[in-house]
C-alpha cells in the first residue's frame, strides 16, 4: 500500500508564503516524477508544478517565478515554496507522485489534498 501524505497549506494574505510538503511512504521499488496540483470550487484540477527524479522541473505559467518544486529523493518527500501569493491561488493543493510497486506497471497516486487560502 502507497500513501502520500501533504502539510503545510493554511490561511495566508495576498503576498504572504507558504510552504507544502508531501510524504510517499509504504511498498514501492521507486518514484518517478513528483508533483502538486490544485483544484479551486467549481474548476478542473490543473498541474501547479512537477519536478522528475532527476530535478527537472516544470510550472504553470501562472505560478512561474512565485513558486518553486523541490524533492528530498532520500526521503521520498516533494515541496512546493510558494510565494507572493495571490487570492486565486486559492485551492485544495493536492501532491502526486508516479510509483514503481512490486508486480506493478508505473502507476500515479494522490494524496488527500490540503486547503490553500489567500485572502485579500
Known amino acids: 500500500q502507497v500513501q502520500l501524505v501533504e502539510s503545510g497549506g493554511g490561511l495566508v494574505q495576498a503576498g504572504g508564503s507558504l510552504r507544502l510538503s508531501c510524504a510517499a511512504s509504504?511498498?514501492?521499488?521507486?518514484?518517478?516524477?513528483m508533483g502538486w496540483y490544485r483544484q479551486a470550487p467549481g474548476k478542473q484540477r490543473e498541474l501547479v508544478a512537477r519536478?522528475?527524479?532527476?530535478?527537472?522541473?516544470n510550472y504553470a505559467d501562472s505560478v512561474k517565478g512565485r513558486f518553486t518544486i523541490s524533492r528530498d529523493n532520500v526521503k521520498n518527500m516533494v515541496y512546493l515554496q510558494m510565494n507572493s501569493l495571490k487570492p486565486e491561488d486559492t485551492a485544495v493543493y493536492y501532491c502526486?507522485?508516479?510509483?514503481?510497486?512490486?508486480?506493478?506497471?508505473?502507476?500515479?497516486?494522490w494524496g488527500q489534498g490540503t486547503q490553500v487560502t489567500v485572502s485579500s
Open positions: 519536478i522528475s527524479s532527476a530535478g527537472s522541473t
Open positions: 502526486n507522485a508516479d510509483l514503481t510497486r512490486p508486480g506493478a506497471a508505473l502507476t500515479g497516486y
Open positions: 509504504g511498498s514501492f521499488y521507486s518514484i518517478n516524477d
